[in-house]
């Protein structure tokens, strides 16, 4: 057993309320049970997907611009990413189109996996979103939907470790089955029709992975993960990290497939996506009392 910090609380793990992912390596040639899966659980969590070297190669060409950027601690083994206690954040985008970069962010194992899963051909997001996370850092509780739901409803997003990442440096968590949990209806019907763009409000829905379970159910479900790992799941399940306890930035990505058929959301996709255009005014706290949740 083990604490760990999970956004604003401190957590048992594993245990009834917070547990590991179901694995769903061993059903990889089986199409037909992965897309049972998906659709019961709200994700897939695959191991060894993407070629771990290739995997490898890409941390290196970020490490090393982290190092470029002076967010290393000097004389520390590069890709290790050893950052300073305040570590600071650091713009990711140029690095994120880089070939050794986007050979994994667009990998032919991923371009596969989705042409199964969809049954046709896959699109993809323009824009990625390659995060360097620092000290104490998490990622608040959303659904996907609210910052990219103006085109299909099949956007897949798959979140991908650059790297072994222990479940106490920040890995992704899912709040199993909420997509579709009786519970969460309401909170689908109200906040997941909202659009961060159109309506002002912030994107994360809680920091509270308790209030989450109290109120609405579900388990909160997470992994430790290693390069060539990834997790993927629809719009409309809730998810977030747990919080970046060590002194290492947590390299990941999430980057978006949809059916090549359907049409995207134009703030991602094009040659130059155009990505958020609007700030918050409404607090999280507000929308949620006008949605009585
Ligand atoms: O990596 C994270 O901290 C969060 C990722 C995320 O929210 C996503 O993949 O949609």
Redesign the pocket.
């Known amino acids: 057993m083990q604490v760990i910090e999970f956004q604003t609380r401190q957590m048992e793990f594993p245990t009834a309320r917070f547990g590991y992912l179901r694995d769903s390596t061993g059903a990889l040639a089986d199409i037909d049970e992965l897309r049972r899966r998906i659709a019961a659980d709200g994700y897939l969590f695959i191991r060894g997907l993407i070629d771990r070297d290739a995997v490898l190669e890409a941390r290196r060409v970020v490490m090393e611009h982290l190092q470029e950027q002076d967010a290393l601690v000097e004389g520390t083994p590069v890709m290790e990413g050893v950052m300073p206690r305040d570590g600071r954040s650091v713009g990711m985008k140029r690095v994120a189109y880089r070939p050794e970069v986007l050979r994994v962010l667009e990998a032919p194992e991923l371009w596969s996996f989705y042409r199964r899963l969809y049954g046709e051909e896959p699109a993809t997001f323009t824009h990625k ?1 390659l ?1 360097a ?1 620092g000290n104490e850092k ?2 608040g509780s ?1 659904m ?1 939907v609210v910052y990219m739901g103006r085109g299909s409803e099949r956007v897949n ?1 798959v ?1 991908i470790p650059f790297g072994d990442i222990p479940i106490a440096q ?1 890995t ?1 968590a899912v709040c199993e089955a909420s997509h579709r949990l009786d519970s969460f209806a309401r909170v689908r019907e109200t906040y997941g029709r909202s659009d961060v763009d159109r309506d002002r409000t912030q994107g994360w829905f809680s920091e509270d992975p308790e209030e989450i379970r109290e109120r609405f159910g579900g388990r909160w479900l997470t992994a430790d993960v290693r390069a060539g790992d990834i997790i993927t799941f629809g719009l409309y399940t809730l ?3 747990t919080n970046n306890t060590t002194d290492r930035f ?1 390299i ?1 990505c ?1 980057v978006r497939y949809q059916p090549a058929s359907e049409p995207m959301d134009e703030r991602w996709g094009g040659d130059s996506p155009t990505g958020h255009y609007a700030t918050a005014a409404v607090p999280m706290a507000e929308a949620r009392t006008r949605w009585g949740l």
Do not use: A, C, P, Q
């Open positions: 979103w995060r996370v998490f990622t959303h996907d997003t979140w920040g992704l998810h977030g990290s947590r990941s999430d």
